[in-house]
């Protein structure tokens, strides 16, 4: 079955800098990946999803990417700012489910 | 997008009890889904539920200690059974949506269950 990883458990960064997330699939390339976003006490919230056959997508200062030789989406936050920090999560759809990964912690410093 | 609300947004049960949770859509939606997060963990699917139909579980679920209802298409309640204290999550219902129709999902604000 399909497995979604997220490499890192936490990321801190400068305000200002670019935040780079990773999420990588075993076995057959997803449709699509989605990302969402959680914070604390709060449900997740759609962000942006790519599709199998784009390269990459844009949302202001968000930027995702599909490799499919890679098995891997990358999630940019740039020009990064105190208010993102939150936890990501990435998330791929077998039929109507999703099936999310564990999640990285964004920390933006001041 | 949709407005999804959920009660009680937080609770503390003794074991051996049950909570019924209710979530309610401000659309009329075809499926709901049911999730539980555990502390410091990514979210896991329970069940879906359909309207006029039984809920599917996931592996692992069971209707006798999960069971949900989905008296119409706007409203569903899940209830966690005979709890013990590994059932203390964070508990949370979500409704497929979205422009891109790839089955994005919007979330409730979730229901943090704790058992003593």
């Known amino acids: 079955s399909q497995k979604i990883e997220q490499n890192s458990e936490a990321l801190n960064i400068q305000e200002g800098k670019t935040a780079t997330l990773t999420c990588n699939y075993t076995?057959?390339?997803?449709?699509?990946l989605q990302w969402y976003r959680q914070d604390p006490g709060r449900g997740p919230v759609f962000l942006l999803l790519?599709?199998?056959?784009?390269k990459e997508k844009r949302k202001e200062r968000l930027k995702v990417t599909f490799d499919t030789t890679l098995k891997q989406s990358l999630f940019h936050i740039t020009a990064s700012q105190p208010a993102d920090s939150a936890t990501y999560l990435c998330?791929?759809?077998?039929?109507?489910?999703?099936?999310f990964g564990a999640g990285t912690t964004v920390t933006v410093r001041a | 997008s949709a407005v999804i609300s959920q009660k009680p947004s937080r609770d503390i049960c003794q074991r051996g009890t049950s909570l019924t949770i209710q979530c309610q859509v401000d659309?009329?939606?075809?499926?709901m889904f049911w999730y539980r997060q555990q502390p410091g963990q990514s979210l896991t699917l329970i069940a879906t539920a359909n309207q006029g139909s039984e809920a599917t579980y996931e592996s692992g679920f069971v209707i006798d200690k999960f069971p949900i209802s989905r008296p119409n298409l706007t409203f569903s309640t899940l209830t966690v059974s005979n709890m013990s204290p590994e059932d203390s999550s964070i508990y949370l219902c979500?409704?497929?949506?979205?422009?891109?129709?790839?089955?994005?999902?919007?979330f409730g604000p979730g229901t943090r269950l704790t058992v003593l």
């Open positions: 076995n057959y390339s997803p449709a699509y």
């Open positions: 979500s409704v497929e949506g979205g422009l891109e129709g790839a089955n994005e999902q919007f």
């Open positions: 790519i599709r199998e056959n784009e």
């Open positions: 659309s009329q939606v075809t499926m």
């Open positions: 998330a791929h759809s077998n039929d109507y489910k999703l099936s």
